[in-house]
């Protein structure tokens, strides 16, 4: 069952420089989209899209089966998170557990309750200990899991990651990572990437490979990882895992697909 509809969707912004042409898709309930693409290529024109922070000239988005308009909007935004590319810019309380707070705050949340959810969701992105920490004091990747912390104690169906591990390093990259794939497989939340990392996109159960505001390709990954001269001819690499799989195959070893980030080659078949 799809709980995003895309449909003919369009956009320019006020310099009438065209972004998105006629993309349409569909996200299932529970899956894990990644949609990636070169800087420029619309992908964070949809996520602030489905997000209802700009509004389309052409089109429909349909979110969990509401049409996504003026009327529907707050209804649509309590079922949908985000989680935008700067941790710095998304923080509002002087500690952790006054961020996590802020949102609950803004829901009317009985503030008796509030303890025990904010515990509770701290907990999911491993900051329960850090609760009354100054945000400043912070890594990124800790800023990240407390803006998805705050994200989850308002309960949503649906979390877009908006290049969210882009300016972390290494380490925070593996982090956040790890807790987007621990949140499709254990809590089993719908989640969007928008990324231009493709290695982001092994885990994923569905991408949309975007190119110049079109929508480019739609597929799982392994039967987008195996065009890779289509991937090429606009500038994208493939994962490393799939670079090693291409080179076995070229030398007659046939290898299946692996979906593990954490080792190079699982499962090779003779």
Request: with cysteine; net charge negative.
């Amino acid at each position: 069952m799809s709980i995003v509809e895309v449909r003919n969707i369009s956009f320019a912004y006020e310099d009438n420089h065209d972004v998105l042409h006629d993309v349409s898709f569909n996200i299932e309930k529970g899956s894990y989209t990644a949609i990636v693409g070169h800087n420029g290529s619309g992908k964070s024109t949809i996520a602030k899209l489905m997000a209802g922070l700009l509004e389309f000239q052409k089109g429909t988005i349909t979110i969990d089966g509401k049409l996504l308009n003026e009327e529907n909007i707050t209804d649509i935004r309590s079922k949908l998170g985000i989680v935008f590319q700067n941790p710095d810019n998304q923080f509002i309380g002087s500690t952790v557990r006054d961020d996590i707070a802020f949102g609950l705050e803004n829901y009317s949340v009985d503030p008796s309750k509030m303890d025990e959810i904010i515990d509770k969701f701290s907990d999911v992105v491993g900051m329960r200990e850090y609760l009354d920490r100054e945000p400043s004091n912070l890594s990124g990747g800790q800023k990240q899991r407390v803006a998805i912390a705050g994200i989850l104690a308002m309960n949503p169906e649906i979390i877009i990651f908006d290049e969210a591990t882009s300016m972390l390093d290494p380490k925070g990259k593996s982090e956040i990572k790890n807790v987007i794939y621990e949140l499709h497989n254990e809590k089993k939340l719908t989640i969007i990437s928008i990324t231009h990392d493709i290695e982001e996109a092994i885990n994923s159960d569905h991408v949309i490979v975007m190119n110049q505001g079109y929508k480019y390709m739609d597929d799982t990954p392994d039967n987008i990882f195996k065009k890779t001269k289509e991937l090429r001819k606009i500038g994208l690499d493939i994962p490393f895992t799939y670079q090693v799989k291409e080179a076995l195959c070229d030398v007659g070893i046939k290898v299946d697909y692996v979906k593990d980030l954490k080792g190079l080659v699982d499962e090779i078949c003779q």
